[in-house]
């Protein structure tokens, strides 16, 4: 008998339409951190957080695509 090979999913929700990406497509998930705010920027820009010494944006994809803002937990 053959196994059949299974995915695993990072299931996620952006402007009320739900999406999944497959976990081989993430790098790496990490509790919320403080995020350091922009002077100027977009909207959906939330700010920046130090990942392991690299300046990542955090980005707000509701904003982005032109839904409310929610908050972080």
């Known amino acids: 008998m053959r196994q ?3 995915a695993e999913y990072l299931e996620f929700e952006v402007a ?5 990406i497959p976990t081989t497509a993430v790098i790496q998930v990490f509790r919320a951190v403080a995020i350091s705010p922009l002077s ?5 820009i939330r700010g920046l957080i130090d990942v392991h010494g690299v300046v ?5 994809l509701n904003r982005r695509f ?3 803002g929610r908050a972080l937990s």
Request: aromatic share 4%; no cysteine.
């Open 56 to 60: 990542v944006a955090v980005l707000d």
């Open 16 to 20: 009320g339409q739900h999406g999944a």
């Open 66 to 68: 032109g839904a409310p």
């Open 4 to 6: 059949q090979a299974t």
């Open 40 to 44: 100027a920027g977009p909207a959906f």
